[in-house]
């Protein structure tokens, strides 16, 4: 066979004798980390790579309504998640809060202030359904009609559209930067709680990779770890460095060294034998 039949569509051709197309082996990532949209993932990211360069960690981005599929289908291994999500058979570790914002176009009246007020939206369009906790409860307080449906539940195609001035958009901070253009702005909605968010991976999932990235997250140094035998490995000196102190010498004290060696111990003898051969000389100048 011509060496140009030793490939298949650039698959080579095993060496086993029996003809078998060697296949690349696949190498599942070391773990998959999904987060919501908004939330940024790099610094942690950069840390696991600076740590474990031969592991590779994937990055997934997950919809409110994935972040808990991902988890129970295995797609994920730990999600960094924004609230609501169903906690139960989860651990978790609160990360930061989130200011809930409204988005409009540019020069509207909603950026006469700093912050907006919600009754200041009662009359607004919404574009779609707000990712904001409470939206429903303080809405209906305030006498707010039925919403409209929904024109997308697409983030970034709703703030497109209000862009466009077609209504307003309810999103979370972080959303709002990550579909930030020239023609829109944002303001904080005043009246609304902050959104947490979240670490959360299964209570059944507790393996290495995933307690590296929870020191990540936490901020442990590459040093630090929650097993206490590095910490043992790192006391072992102790009992020897110990017995040095307590070996060495007080200061002023010869204890230990030999003899002339210190600078003291040297001038001192120096002088001496200058006093014996001052002394030598003057005998023999009696003598003549």
Do not use: C
Not at 103 to 113: I, P, S
């Amino acid at each position: 066979m011509d060496r140009q039949d030793d490939q298949v569509d650039g698959i080579e051709v095993g060496d086993d004798g029996l003809g078998a197309d060697t296949v690349p082996e696949i190498v599942p990532p070391a773990l998959t980390v999904a987060y919501a949209r908004g939330v940024n993932p790099g610094k942690w990211a950069r840390i696991w790579s600076e740590r474990r360069p031969d592991d590779e960690l994937r990055l997934i981005r997950v919809d409110l309504d994935e972040q808990r599929a991902v988890l129970a289908s295995g797609a994920a291994d730990v999600v960094l998640a924004r609230v609501p999500i169903d906690q139960d058979g989860l651990n978790t570790i609160a990360l930061f809060e989130e200011l809930p914002v409204v988005v409009f176009a540019k020069g509207a009246a909603l950026g006469a202030e700093d912050t907006v007020g919600m009754a200041a939206l009662a009359d607004e369009q919404l574009i779609m359904t707000p990712l904001v906790l409470e939206w429903a409860e303080r809405a209906a307080v305030l006498g707010f009609d039925a919403p409209a449906a929904p024109l997308t539940d697409d983030p970034e195609a709703a703030v497109e559209l209000a862009a466009s001035e077609v209504g307003i958009v309810v999103v979370p901070q972080s959303v709002a930067r990550l579909h930030q253009r020239k023609d829109v702005e944002y303001r904080p909605i005043a009246g609304l709680p902050s959104i947490p968010v979240v670490l959360v991976w299964s209570q059944d999932r507790e393996d290495e990779a995933v307690e590296e990235f929870i020191g990540i997250v936490r901020g442990r140094t590459a040093n630090s770890s929650r097993r206490s035998a590095p910490t043992e490995q790192a006391a072992a000196p102790a009992p020897q460095q110990a017995a040095r102190r307590r070996k060495a010498p007080k200061a002023g004290s010869t204890q230990g060294t030999a003899a002339g060696t210190s600078r003291g111990a040297q001038l001192a003898a120096r002088k001496a034998k200058q006093e014996e051969l001052a002394r030598e000389r003057r005998k023999k100048r009696k003598g003549r």
